[in-house]
């Protein structure tokens, strides 16, 4: 079983198309993350929650709107797509913070390509 | 603040030479630290993890990391560079009791030459 499955693998789309990529996790984790992976791989922070509350928010368009409606699931809807949104888009999911420490798990991304 | 440096973002090794892959951090706690790789095409995996305790740890496919606290340093090394391990790998920083914060390197890409 795949812990963190995301679909579609692939995706291409027009300039001002709106479309979602859906995020499951089978870990029972309590957290769970999108990461915008750029063409120098850089990865950047977009979303995290926690169970089901958004904690972290970073700088993206208000194009970009998460929604959890489990724990075990973080899906990401993207409005009127522009060129630049082309990227890699990963969920990721962890523990919630503890004095342990904690491992953040991969999915393995959804290529988007805006034409 | 914390950060993280991953020095040389593209390096090139002969296949069956050692890799050497750096990363330097900056934290204000003790730091929990984390290699990743990402093969081409794929998501990322974790190689190894750095909490507690012994500072030389051993990860998967033969890699391991040192945590070196006076050189806020955790390079990751191979003794013996195989074809399959080209791909992108990721030094990564989590501050422990601090929420669910995690602090990416910009990667290092890692050739393997025949």
């Not at chain 2, 496919?61 to 790998?89: C, I, Q, R, V, W």
Request: one cysteine or more.
């Amino acid at each position: 079983d795949t812990a963190v499955s995301q679909t579609p693998k692939y995706l291409v789309t027009q300039m001002g198309n709106d479309k979602s990529i859906k995020c499951e996790q089978n870990l029972g984790h309590d957290t769970m993350y999108w990461y915008k992976q750029d063409s120098k791989k850089f990865l950047k922070i977009m979303f995290s929650y926690n169970n089901k509350e958004l904690i972290i928010n970073e700088t993206v368009p208000n194009r970009f709107s998460p929604k959890s409606p489990d724990k075990a699931h973080l899906n990401l809807h993207i409005n009127s797509l522009e060129l630049g949104d082309s990227a890699v888009y990963f969920c990721a999911s962890s523990r919630r913070a503890s004095s342990s420490g904690n491992t953040i798990y991969f999915g393995e991304g959804s290529w988007l390509t805006v034409v | 603040a914390q950060s993280v440096t991953q020095l040389g973002s593209h390096v090139s090794v002969s296949e069956g030479a050692l890799v050497l892959l750096r990363c330097n951090y900056s934290s204000s706690v003790p730091p929990y630290l984390f290699w990743y790789v990402q093969y081409p095409n794929q998501g990322l995996q974790l190689l190894l993890k750095y909490t507690t305790g012994a500072t030389l740890v051993k990860g998967i496919n033969g890699f391991e990391a040192e945590f070196k606290k006076s050189e806020t340093s955790f390079h990751l090394t191979k003794p013996s560079a195989h074809m399959s391990d080209a791909a992108e790998y990721f030094c990564v920083l989590h501050p422990p009791n601090t929420g669910n914060q995690f602090y990416f390197g910009t990667g290092t890409s890692l050739t393997v030459i025949p």
